[in-house]
């Protein structure tokens, strides 16, 4: 499988401004800084983290609605990272994205039919086809055709994350970054979404970009998954080795927190202290020294590369585990 | 958990909305009763009744709300008899509740010294100076760092979990007997919803509350409660102790709740959702209202209403499956 999409050392920093007449800027919140990861055609990439770790940021800087600020986006083997005006028009055709409030996110004025055919009339696709495309589109994603009239307030929310869907895929995407596509929904409503996207990506050989912060849900959709901490990957493998056997501390007491549908197991847990640190304002070394439980002196001071840690290349950005060469 | 008698008891509670199209019945016959030290788990998705049953044990349910059925025993005494003026002094001193979303349920232009002394002096007869020297010891408590120099803060200076804790610490201001917690944690990221709750666990042990834990999530559930009760479009479908509920849950719902998690296990197999949407409150079918989202359904779940009925000791379940033990055979084990 070669890779639909490389991003290198990608960075997104926020500027912040002083006040006054002339505001000069004073720092810069580091959402993204220097995340590197590639995702292969056909596959599920988990991102994940707690609020403010940047996946977000990193999806949105992908499709470029932020500008990066630094780092390449390779795409289909094309550099995108400096495409402008025309030219990145077309290219996002070929890459959607699904948000996670599916009531802020369609406009309430305009029907399904209306919200849904609104990409294919962007991209002049003949009324026809538009019509021919709505009506399976509505039926893939599980609503029924008579109700292509109806507005999003009389849908519930886990039928209105369907129509977000149908409209992502309404232009034929080859990337689709899910930016919590299920964290508004009830459980039930939740399976039936999860289940629905990955019946599409069967039908339409369609990437995803899975963002969430439910580990468990992520698990379950996902092939590889990178564990995110104050704008870096700290941990990326593949998915069944990464939740077995988790070599960084904080993806280690990021699992340990999950609390378990089983009132019979007492779980050991690694309870870390305090909140994130401010992004604006990130501690020397290793980012996440300031609530590790096992940090030493070097952690202080150096910030770890991702290194192979396992033979299955699974990789891990500390300096407490030890490097596993490929082969040995 | 030696002391038996129950602390909190809700027996048969209505609280319909009457809208212009329809009473929408979101609680329709809740009972339960809670002890001291005892936590009970309310589950359930959204528009299941549990926030409004919380919302009816605290009387802060307002027009075109109302509690048409039903009575609330806080230590013997009828909650909905009360007037405005007696409930003031039970709720926060009493009863307690930390809401979801701690950014809209602190006041964001006071600080929280203010918020915090103002709640202690509504009940306790403090002076200002005693009043913060109990604010400083309560932030403590919660494990909120340095805390004479954060009371000075405002809320939008703490982060989310922080803010949590200063709800938290505002709760057990007064040590209640009963604290309500409504989903305190759905807003939290995973690692502080774990300090939350082991948090929420020691000061149950060190002051003796009783806990109504209400929440969608079933590891909380599993973490935290004694017994549970599941409710489904306003009535309850399955209450027993945790144990029985995790290991011999009776209901379809349940089981299909149970199902629907994905759980963190090597074999992937496709999630079984639960198709379908819950029923209009305004309009509930007639019989059961979750048959038409059940595998299991009959024909007669179509036309009769199943009464909730104690299946074994401690676990009642409202499903006409148990009604005889013909039905019973399609059980799966």
Redesign the interface.
């Known amino acids: 499988m070669s890779s639909l999409l490389e991003v290198k050392k990608l960075k997104k920093h926020f500027p912040v401004k002083s006040g006054g007449i002339i505001p000069r800027q004073t720092g810069a919140v580091k959402a993204v800084d220097g995340v590197s990861f590639d995702v292969k055609k056909g596959e599920t990439l988990g991102l994940v983290g707690e609020s403010g770790c940047g996946k977000s940021t990193a999806g949105r800087a992908i499709l470029k609605l932020h500008e990066p600020t630094d780092g390449e986006i390779i795409f289909k083997g094309k550099d995108i990272t400096n495409v402008q005006g025309e030219q990145l028009r077309k290219l996002r055709q070929e890459m959607q994205l699904i948000f996670q409030d599916p009531y802020a996110s369609l406009n309430p004025r305009k029907t399904v039919e209306q919200i849904i055919t609104e990409p294919m009339k962007i991209f002049n696709v003949p009324k026809r086809e538009r019509q021919k495309k709505l009506s399976r589109l509505m039926d893939v994603v599980g609503l029924s055709s008579y109700q292509k009239d109806r507005y999003p307030h009389q849908f519930s929310g886990g039928q209105r994350q369907r129509i977000g869907i149908a409209r992502s895929l309404a232009l034929d995407p080859d990337l689709v970054i899910c930016d919590e596509p299920v964290s508004a929904l009830d459980v039930s409503i939740q399976a039936q979404v999860v289940n629905l996207m990955e019946d599409l990506q069967q039908e339409f050989d369609l990437t995803y970009i899975f963002i969430a912060h439910d580990l468990s849900v992520v698990h379950h959709i996902s092939d590889r998954v990178a564990v995110m901490y104050l704008g870096q990957i700290v941990e990326i493998g593949e998915v069944g080795e990464l939740y077995r056997n988790p070599k960084h501390p904080y993806t280690q007491a990021l699992l340990s927190a999950i609390p378990e549908a089983n009132p019979h197991k007492q779980k050991e847990r690694i309870l870390i202290k305090g909140d994130l640190p401010s992004p604006s304002n990130p501690p020397q070394g290793c980012k996440f020294h300031t609530r590790c439980p096992l940090a030493e002196d070097i952690c202080k001071q150096v910030n770890p590369e991702l290194k192979q840690v396992s033979e299955h290349g699974q990789q891990a950005a500390c300096h407490l585990v030890k490097e596993v060469v490929a082969g040995h | 958990m030696e002391n038996n008698t129950p602390i909190l008891e809700v027996k048969d509670l209505h609280t319909h909305f009457l809208t212009k199209t329809g009473a929408v019945k979101a609680v329709d016959g809740v009972s339960f009763d809670i002890k001291p030290g005892e936590t009970l788990g309310i589950v359930g ?2 528009g299941s009744g549990k926030s409004i049953t919380a919302m009816s044990i605290m009387q802060l349910i307002s027009p075109p709300g109302k509690i048409v059925q039903g009575e609330i025993l806080f230590e013997g005494e009828n909650l909905n008899n009360k007037t405005e003026k007696e409930m003031r002094k039970i709720r926060g001193k009493e009863i307690s509740m930390i809401f979801q979303d701690p950014m809209t349920s602190l006041n964001p232009v006071f600080t929280i010294e203010k918020q915090m002394v103002e709640t202690i002096r509504t009940h306790e007869a403090m002076n200002k100076k005693q009043a913060k020297q109990r604010a400083v010891e309560l932030l403590d408590l919660v494990g909120i ?1 340095d805390p004479e120099a954060r009371l000075k803060n405002y809320p939008h200076e703490f ?4 803010r949590q804790r200063a709800m938290i610490a505002m709760a057990l201001a007064c040590n209640p007997k009963v604290l309500i917690a409504d989903e305190p944690t759905t807003a939290l ?7 939350i ?2 948090l929420l666990a020691k000061l149950q042990k060190e002051l003796g509350m009783a806990i109504i834990m209400i929440t ?8 935290v409660c004694d017994r549970v009760m599941v409710m489904y479009a306003g009535k309850p479908v399955e209450f027993t102790d ?2 029985s509920l ?1 290991d011999h849950a009776k209901h379809p719902y349940t089981w ?9 296990t ?1 074999q ?1 197999q ?6 379908g ?1 819950p029923p209009d409150l305004r309009a509930l079918p007639k019989g059961c209202s979750f048959a038409a989202r059940c595998k299991h359904a009959m024909d007669s779940c179509f036309e009769v209403d199943p009464s909730f009925k104690q299946y074994q000791a401690n676990h009642h379940v409202r499903c006409l499956l148990y009604e005889n033990e013909e039905n019973e055979k399609v059980v799966p084990s």
Do not use: N, R
Not at chain 2, 189 to 195: K, M, S
Not at chain 2, 216 to 223: K, Q
């Open positions: 998705e959204s760092p982060s989310g979990g922080m990221d995973v690692t502080i919803q774990a300090q709750l082991e969608h999530d079933l590891g909380v559930v599993a973490e945790v144990l995790f299909g709740l149970m199902h629907s998690i994905p759980k963190i090597d992937k496709k999630l079984e959702a639960i198709e949407l």
